[in-house]
């Protein structure tokens, strides 16, 4: 596959300008707020570097976790650590005015907007809060690749807000469109789908997308639980889209004519309470009716690994279990 050797944003005069990027720092959080995993920072930095290298301020927005009311655990403030330990003169800014106002000195190479969820206007597509987000940058540079699916205000009217000549994607998004054009055209095979995750309507249509392409296809929680739920398999209290039904057994019988392979988990971990925090588990090799699936097992793990070998493309799209229960991912190491 070629890399990428321009990028638009390395061609726009960035010198002396306010650079509004808008990213995706969703990340797991510890109770206190603290970054569990930086994946999604590290993959933003070479855009936010550019940035600065061509002389242009940042102003960084995102959203973070989904808050009822301003939690401060999940405040962005606490990631202005992270920043400055990489080199950047980082400003935290409570309010949009806040953020306009220090932007326009020479003391900061980076503002740091509050959670873009602690404010109403983002989840309701708010012209005025929209606007108030564009005041903030010439530019707009849209880097947010794990967000571009939602409908809210920071994802959509503020683009539609800059002109073609002051607008463009980051380096993040780049690299994932031309990863994913590799994907869609000539991948080395045998091609390997990994796909869980709880939006079963989006990794159903990435599957669908990928027939064609893809040879084999390992689902995983929770994802799987509304294959196997289409196939009147028992999958107890385990998460299921019961409106992706249908299109599951769509996919399962074209999957099937294309010859493509979708296997299945063997054993399972289960457990009967809630798997938002972690409980005892037990391996089983079906479900039960009172208890819900929270990641498969370790012969599960063997048999992906084995998958996993095989491959020489190897796609994988979601979380492959739930994050409490990283247990079964050992034997695939």
Known sequence: MKAITTSRLATLPLDG????????????????????????????????????????KIILITHSGRPEENDQNLSTEQFVTWFKERDFS??????????????KTDQYDLVLLENLRFFPGEVNRDPEFADELKKLGTYFVQDAFGSLHRDHTSMTLLAERFDAEHKTIGLLIEKELALLNYLKKDPKQPFLLIVGGNKAKTKLHLIEQLLDKVHTVLPSPALVFTLLKAQGIEVGKSLVDE????????????????????????????????????????????????????SFGPETAALFKHCILQARTILLNGISGNQHYPETLQGMR
């Open 17 to 56: 300008k306010r650079v509004l990027v808008r990213a995706d720092l969703n990340v797991a959080r510890t109770k206190t707020g603290k970054i569990e995993n930086d994946f999604k920072f590290e993959a933003l930095l070479p855009t936010l570097q550019l940035i600065k290298l061509r002389g242009g």
């Open 90 to 103: 980082t400003y935290f800014a409570k309010t949009p005015t806040e953020a306009l106002k220090e932007s």
């Open 243 to 294: 409106s992706c039904l249908e299109t599951a057994r769509s996919l399962l019988k074209k999957s099937e004519e294309k010859g493509v392979n979708i296997i299945f988990p063997i054993d399972y971990l289960i457990t009967p309470k809630s798997f938002e925090t972690p409980v005892p588990v037990e391996v089983c090799k079906k479900i039960p009716p009172d208890a819900t699936g929270v």
